[in-house]
């Protein structure tokens, strides 16, 4: 069995592809896969176990980067061909099924809309990360057994959808207080290269001796692995947030001017919680624009996440003392507006 599975640039999208993909190896053992995938998404399936090959589609004029696809694919007879860009790609080349996504549907979330490809929407496959042994290592190299961690993303490629730093720094020292969610926790910072400024006033919420600095430290893969070393996460709607609902993390993401509906992290594991404006208050209001630069969740209080925080770990504590061996899987997640 042939799959060739093309895929997002964006890592977020990318990520809640991931799913299918797992049950459609799952469904075929053996099967060989060949993935394409854009330059900043590409990484997250380098450790794939069934990878034959992964195609880095490096947008090019013209479609070129659709040529040069077609190029080192069309040789090739596929046992099936998946296009979640929604492409006439699959025409083009020798494939006895394809499965292309043909329209988008804002009222859902977009993992169920993916798992409909497969025939799996009543119960869509959770986004997965495959990691390395190596990574695993420099993982625990970099966070080091000790008091639990907190990890913040408080970045995001959009600035329209930041929670402002000085938020974050107050909430991290509420948590991790001594009267907080974990007290005594450690921090760990993520972000992406370029993103050290935006990310410096939460750094400098805890002594240096309980922060781990990791923005624009760690690639994709050793971030997730990272990540699964930490008690909770929370951060900005981004691809560092569906990173950590992927790998497991207790993960609860903010939201604004994007739709928690659609793009929420997925998993019984995940939380949400928004603006007291819906999306459609935030985007209609005089003067807005998604490429002002400004943030659009200042009215989004510190209260309001630490309450949601503490109810999303409350909950996963009492659902493992109900059953501790349940691995967690793909679900409607907890949330507030």
């Keep these: 069995m042939r799959i060739l599975f093309i895929t997002s640039n964006r890592i977020g999208d990318a990520i809640q592809s991931?799913?299918?993909l797992s049950a459609l190896i799952a469904k075929h053992p053996g099967a060989?896969?060949?993935?394409?995938?854009?330059?900043?998404?590409?990484?997250?399936?380098?450790?794939?176990?069934e990878l034959e090959r992964l195609l880095v589609m490096r947008k090019r004029p013209y479609?070129?980067?659709?040529?040069?696809?077609?190029l080192e694919t069309a040789a090739i007879g596929w046992d099936l061909v998946v296009d979640l860009r929604a492409s006439k790609f699959a025409w083009t080349v020798r494939c006895r099924k394809s499965l292309t996504v043909s329209s988008k549907r804002d009222d859902e979330p977009r993992v169920v809309e993916l798992a409909r490809?497969?025939?799996?929407?009543?119960?869509?496959?959770?986004?997965?990360?495959w990691l390395t042994k190596e990574q695993e290592q420099v993982a625990a190299a970099a966070i080091p057994e000790g008091?639990?961690?907190?990890?913040?993303g408080p970045t995001a490629n959009w600035i329209g959808k930041t929670w402002m730093p000085e938020r974050f720094a107050e909430l991290v020292k509420r948590l991790t207080g001594p009267e907080g969610l974990l007290p005594g926790a450690r921090l760990a910072v993520f972000g992406a290269p370029g993103e050290e400024a935006q990310a410096e006033p939460v750094i400098e919420a805890l002594p240096k001796d309980r922060v781990i600095d990791l923005v624009g430290?760690?690639?994709l893969l050793l971030t997730a692995a990272c990540l699964r070393r930490c008690?909770?996460?929370?951060?900005?709607?981004?691809?560092?947030?569906?990173?950590?609902?992927?790998?497991?993390?207790p993960t609860l993401g903010l939201f604004g001017p994007s739709s928690e509906r659609r793009y929420g992290p997925w998993g019984s594991h995940c939380g949400y919680v928004r603006t007291p404006e819906s999306l459609e208050e935030i985007t209609t209001q005089p003067g807005y624009h998604h490429t002002l630069p400004k943030s659009w969740m200042t009215s989004l209080e510190v209260d309001k996440v630490e309450a949601a925080a503490v109810?999303?770990?409350?909950?996963?504590?009492?659902?493992?003392l109900q059953a501790r061996e349940q691995p967690l899987t793909g679900g409607e997640n907890v949330g507030q507006g």
């Design 18 to 20: 991931t799913g299918i």
């Design 32 to 49: 060989r896969v060949t993935v394409a995938a854009g330059a900043v998404s590409a990484p997250l399936f380098a450790a794939l176990p």
């Design 63 to 70: 479609a070129g980067h659709w040529r040069q696809l077609w």
């Design 117 to 129: 490809l497969i025939g799996a929407e009543a119960a869509p496959p959770a986004p997965a990360v």
């Design 147 to 152: 008091p639990k961690v907190l990890a913040v």
């Design 217 to 219: 430290k760690a690639d």
């Design 231 to 249: 008690a909770f996460f929370i951060g900005n709607d981004s691809g560092l947030m569906h990173l950590s609902a992927a790998a497991g993390v």
């Design 311 to 320: 109810a999303l770990f409350r909950k996963l504590e009492a659902g493992s």
